[in-house]
């Protein structure tokens, strides 16, 4: 008896030995399974969270005319491309009120300033501008730089934005090696129907990107050359939301009425009954 227990002993306490040593190789093998994952992206593309850039415009436009202007940028090019006399350096924290301020008396409307963060070593802020109507952009002076066309042909909407020169804002001594980016995004609400987005890289023509979003691309040297930027774009004048909505109103309605006529013609074979046919005895 004293030899069984003794066995009995030793497998109650090597089973659980076993199981936390095999616990162990798991968390070790995932361990290196994530690495060697995280090793592929990081030599398979440079950036796998997309490109980064040092000045971005977002615009999303509405088939009403209606925009907002989302700006992500880092102070030395906010300074450099507009001339806003803010302190450039890594070192001094954003005051998003007196952003707010230089925005709003220079004629932007709706103006909010986000949290600001660094990268590379450069401080970096978003700003939001809105605007009943995309044309009014043109009185903001941070954006007066573009000239902007909205104009409905038919059915199709025509838009145009040209950028133009930059300020001449003096940004210190950044820390920038050339190949920094500019970018402007258009957020369409409709189905494009013409777009001349060109790759920066040889100049061939751009597709859309996922989201029904147009990106036109600039070094930041050409940006602050004054290389123009022109961006012309056709599309439909109902959003593609509206037309969704339409589809499924027109499924329900579908569905609705196919359900009811079910339900008539139970009802009527109902009212029949099992002997409707039969003759009485």
């Known amino acids: 008896m004293g030899c069984r227990c003794g066995r009995l002993a030793s497998l109650r306490f090597a089973e659980p030995q076993y199981i936390i040593r095999a616990m162990r190789v798991w968390a070790h093998r995932t361990a290196a399974a994530a690495i060697v994952v995280l090793l592929t992206v990081t030599v398979g593309c440079r950036n796998p969270l997309g490109k980064q850039y040092e ?51 220079s004629g932007c409307s709706n103006v909010r300033v986000g949290q600001s963060w660094i990268r590379r ?28 066309t909205f104009e409905r042909e038919g059915n199709v909407i025509h838009y145009k934005q040209d950028v133009g020169a930059p300020a001449a804002g003096n940004p210190g001594a950044p820390n920038w090696d050339g190949a920094e980016l500019v970018a402007f995004k258009l957020h369409l609400p409709s189905r494009i129907i013409f777009h ?9 023509n751009g597709e859309i990107d996922r989201g029904n979003i147009l990106t036109w691309e600039q070094r930041l040297s050409e940006r602050r050359s004054g290389a123009p930027v022109e961006m012309d774009v056709r599309m439909d004048s109902q959003s593609i939301l509206y037309r969704t909505l339409w589809l499924f109103g027109g499924a329900f309605v579908a569905a609705v009425l196919v359900l009811t006529l079910l339900i008539w ?17």
Do not use: H
């Open 121 to 148: 070593g450069r401080r970096f802020v978003q700003i939001r501008v809105t605007a009943a109507k995309v044309t009014d952009l043109k009185t903001c002076g941070p954006l007066s730089w573009s000239n902007y």
């Open 265 to 281: 013609m139970t009802m009527r074979k109902a009212k029949r009954g099992p002997l409707s046919g039969r003759r009485p005895v």
């Open 196 to 204: 001349n987005v060109k790759r920066l890289e040889d100049g061939s």
């Open 55 to 105: 000045y971005e415009e977002q615009l999303y436009l509405g088939v009403n005319g209606e925009a907002q202007v989302v700006i992500d940028t880092s102070i030395p090019a906010l300074v450099a491309l507009r001339g806003v006399p803010i302190d450039a350096s890594s070192r001094v924290q954003i005051d998003r009120d007196q952003v707010r301020r230089l925005f709003s008396v």
